[in-house]
């Protein structure tokens, strides 16, 4: 079983790094940050960002690192281009892009942009991943799109290897449709609805396209019992979870998930046992 840490909404950015050092030695195989930068309430913080992501690069080694998720419209695409190639040259190669069509209208109202419809957010997120792809090359191109022209584009340096791409799409079956067409991940809520929905459009895309879940188990949400939570969608063939774990002790919410995790990560947690 394979776990990806999300460690929000909280505050503390020493909290924050205390966790992701220790989920890298117990074998977890992501990390990753909520990633608005809108705060409903002043009390409700959480560290966010690109900066905040190029830290938890600098204090992991072998960990994986992936936001849950960008907001494709809060950013410039060649904003995102540029951030995501130097995160995976900053983590040797570790970085993954999530990102998600924006469905958060306050985020957007707050800060005085629009909220275009959903059919709009949809294409302008393939249109986006598009875009990303050619920069990821490291070469100058154009693009002819119905929402960006980009004449002479160059982001460099790049990594060798372009990041694998995320998508967050929740319960949206008009994303999952669009998305399976590009992305190397379909993240989605935990619902048999759409889980079977997605399913059925990867068989039929043809492509290597991977299954997520994700829940929010933050705070006040831990579940009693996360192994009865994960373990039948396991059984169903979903190999990585996404779990918020946002709360006032991550590291003892870390030690009651890393026994669930797969036993190829055996050898990572053993390590860890010893230096300890």
């Not at 936001?67 to 809060?74: A, C, E, F, I, K």
């Not at 192994?227 to 063939?237: H, I, N, R, T, V």
């Not at 190829?264 to 010893?274: F, G, H, L």
Request: charged share 20%.
């Amino acid at each position: 079983m394979k776990i990806a840490a999300i460690l929000a909404p909280v505050a503390r950015v020493d909290s924050i790094i205390e966790a992701a050092r220790l989920a890298d030695a117990l074998g977890f195989d992501a990390i990753g940050l909520w990633d608005h930068y809108h705060s409903a309430k002043p009390e409700w913080g959480y560290v966010a960002g690109w900066s905040a992501m190029a830290s938890l690069a600098a204090n992991t080694e072998r960990i994986n690192l992936v936001q849950m998720v960008v907001n494709n419209l809060h950013f410039d695409v060649g904003v995102v281009a540029k951030e995501t190639s130097t995160l995976a040259l900053l983590s040797a190669g570790r970085y993954e892009l999530g990102i998600g069509a924006g469905d958060w209208p306050e985020s957007f109202w707050a800060w005085g942009r629009p909220f275009p419809r959903r059919e709009e957010r949809v294409a302008r997120l393939a249109e986006s991943v598009a875009i990303l792809r050619k920069a990821w090359s490291g070469q100058t191109f154009d693009y002819n799109g119905a929402y960006d022209t980009l004449r002479g584009a160059c982001v460099s340096p790049v990594p060798e290897t372009p990041p694998r791409v995320v998508i967050g799409v929740a319960k949206s079956r008009s994303l999952a449709e669009s998305a399976v067409a590009y992305a190397d991940e379909l993240n989605l809520y935990a619902d048999p609805a759409i889980v079977d929905h997605a399913t059925g459009l990867v068989a039929q895309s043809g492509r290597d396209v991977t299954l997520s879940l994700f829940w929010d188990w933050s705070w006040d949400n831990w579940p009693a019992d996360p192994k009865a939570e994960l373990e039948p969608w396991m059984q169903q063939g979903i190999e990585r979870f996404f779990v918020s774990i946002g709360g006032a002790d991550m590291p003892a919410r870390l030690e009651e998930l890393a026994p669930l995790l797969r036993s190829v990560n055996s050898s990572a947690s053993s390590a860890a046992s010893r230096t300890s």
